[in-house]
């Protein structure tokens, strides 16, 4: 029953991935405000890209591009902190 | 709240670098001492669902959006150190991956949405649940009030380094960042609200371990 909540858990996670491509569009609070108040061109572009402003590169449809880039991240996220957690209870577990 | 490169200057940026460095060392030290087995796959869960639920922008008033932090969520199940290092996995992923908030902006980036928002959530919870008692309303109130607050401390700290840098005169900025984020934090309270209640009917142990 406990590893099956943590199973849905993550589906529902990569649920929330999928239904991104209806996310607004709109800009979020900091850059309507850097609009509004004149500094938005002091930001500077990124020196690199890889899944830029969460488009998966190489895919033709916009939508499908979200939701890999929504899944991918969120899978990523989920490895990168249950396996930091992991590393960082391993000397506590050992002792015990 | 993801700053650019570009709106900070070079002391603001190593300031709050080094802060968070800190505070991330502090985190590390911390949560390898006091995170229980049953908490680590919910370190996980939680950094997956705080990327997925920040990829949905919602509309607030007048053709801008929001999206939730997590901070405050993360700080109320877990802890508010446990809480700044999903946030930092998280808002690192963001920066190297997604190109969302600058390289160099990424320890003022993790100082707000991070350490700011996670321990401001985290102690209006407890303040509330103290005064209100540990019910489920509490739990619920408690966790509404504690996303509010942690968005728009988030949002007041970022005002001011955006005018510590000089992008934006303080007085000009700071009504701007916190107003909208008062209406962005309903968002963010109504979320963290909902899913505290689904918790709260799937699995209230959780809400009974210790926080760290």
Known sequence: MKSKWWLISLLVCLAVA???????????GLERVAEDRGFIELA??????????????????????????GVVGTLVLFGAA???????TLRKRQLA | MHIPDGFL??????????????????????????????????????????????????????????HVIGAALAAILL????????MACVLIAQCLIFQDGGLLALGANIFNMGIVASFSGYYIYRLVTWIAGN???????????????????????????????????????????????????????????AVLGLVLATRADLLQLQRI
């Open chain 2, 79 to 86: 802890g508010p150190w446990a809480a700044v290092l999903i």
């Open chain 1, 44 to 69: 500077g572009e990124a020196p690199y890209q890889v899944i830029a402003d969460y488009v998966f590169p190489g895919v033709a449809n916009e939508a499908l591009a979200t939701i890999l880039a």
């Open chain 2, 135 to 193: 019910t489920r309303k509490s739990t619920l109130v408690g966790g509404f009030a504690a996303a509010w607050v942690s968005v728009l401390l988030a949002s007041i700290f970022c005002a001011v380094e955006l005018a510590v840098s000089g992008s934006s005169p303080l007085g000009v900025v700071l009504p701007a960042m916190a107003g909208v984020h008062a209406l962005i934090g309903i968002g963010e309270g109504l979320i963290t609200t």
């Open chain 2, 9 to 66: 200057n070079v002391a603001t940026v190593a300031t709050t670098a080094a802060v968070s460095v800190g505070g991330i060392g502090g985190a590390v030290r911390i949560v390898g001492k006091k995170l229980g087995e049953k908490q680590v796959p919910l370190m996980g869960i939680l950094a997956a669902f705080i990327f997925a639920a920040q990829m949905l922008n919602f509309p607030v008033a007048g053709g801008t959006s929001g």
């Open chain 1, 82 to 88: 249950y396996g930091l957690a992991w590393l960082l």
């Open chain 1, 18 to 28: 999928c239904i991104s491509p209806l996310a607004s569009s709109s800009p979020d």
